[in-house]
């Protein structure tokens, strides 16, 4: 599967992106820390996380007898940049145009 997907896939789950938003809140959990903010076992929160590693979303770290996870943004900056920032670029920039526009007006 092509990482584009595989991204995708790993955002798609409400679940998925709640474990991303603890980790962007504060990086380098224990599985113990982030099994404890959603209901469900630690086993299914160990499945989500081994799909956000494999998006390259999650990168892990042993310190010794704990494993932290830690947040890699760089994908969905990827994702950002070859599918969004291409779309708004131009109704952005049209935008800022009319404002430019606007401002230079003299007032009737």
Known sequence: MPDDDLVFKALADPTRRFLLDQLFARDGRTLT???SEVDM???GVMKHLKLLEE???VVTRK???EKKHFLNPVP???IHDRWIDKFTERTVTALLDLKAELETEEPS
């Open 33 to 35: 820390e982030l099994e």
């Open 41 to 43: 076992s630690r086993f």
């Open 55 to 57: 998006a390259g979303l």
């Open 63 to 65: 310190e010794g007898r």
């Open 76 to 78: 969905i900056r990827q």
